[in-house]
C-alpha cells in the first residue's frame, strides 16, 4: 500500500520559515519524481516544487529563490523549506510521486496534505 504523509505545516508569520516533509512507503523512492503542490481557498491546486529521481530541481516563478525541495533517499522522504513566506503562500501543501510524470496534475500518487497559514 502507497502512503505519503506530509508533515510540517502550521502557522507561521510573514517573513518566517517553515519545513515541510512528506515521507513515504510502498514505492521504490529512488525512481520517483516528487513534487509539492498547493491549493488556496477558491484556487486550483498548482505545483510549487518538483524533484526529479535524478534530483533536478523546478520551481513556480511565485517560490523562486523562496522555496527549496529536496529529497533523501535513504530516509524515503522529499522535503520543502520555505523561507520569507508571504501571506499569498497560504495553502493545503500535498506531496505527490510519480515514476514517469513531473510538474504535472496527473501524478499516480498523492498525500492528504498539511496546511499552512502565513499571517501578516
Known amino acids: 500500500q502507497v502512503q505519503l504523509v506530509e508533515s510540517g505545516g502550521g502557522l507561521v508569520q510573514a517573513g518566517g520559515s517553515l519545513r515541510l516533509s512528506c515521507a513515504t512507503s510502498g514505492v521504490v523512492f529512488s525512481i520517483y519524481n516528487m513534487g509539492w503542490y498547493r491549493q488556496a481557498p477558491g484556487e486550483r491546486r498548482e505545483p510549487v516544487a518538483t524533484?526529479?529521481?535524478?534530483?533536478?530541481?523546478n520551481y513556480a516563478t511565485s517560490v523562486k529563490g523562496r522555496f527549496t525541495i529536496s529529497r533523501d533517499n535513504a530516509k524515503n522522504t522529499v522535503y520543502l523549506q520555505m523561507n520569507s513566506v508571504k501571506p499569498e503562500d497560504t495553502a493545503v501543501y500535498y506531496c505527490a510521486a510519480d515514476p514517469v510524470n513531473y510538474w504535472s496534475y496527473a501524478m499516480k500518487y498523492w498525500g492528504k496534505g498539511t496546511l499552512v497559514t502565513v499571517s501578516s
Open positions: 524533484i526529479t529521481s535524478g534530483g533536478r530541481p
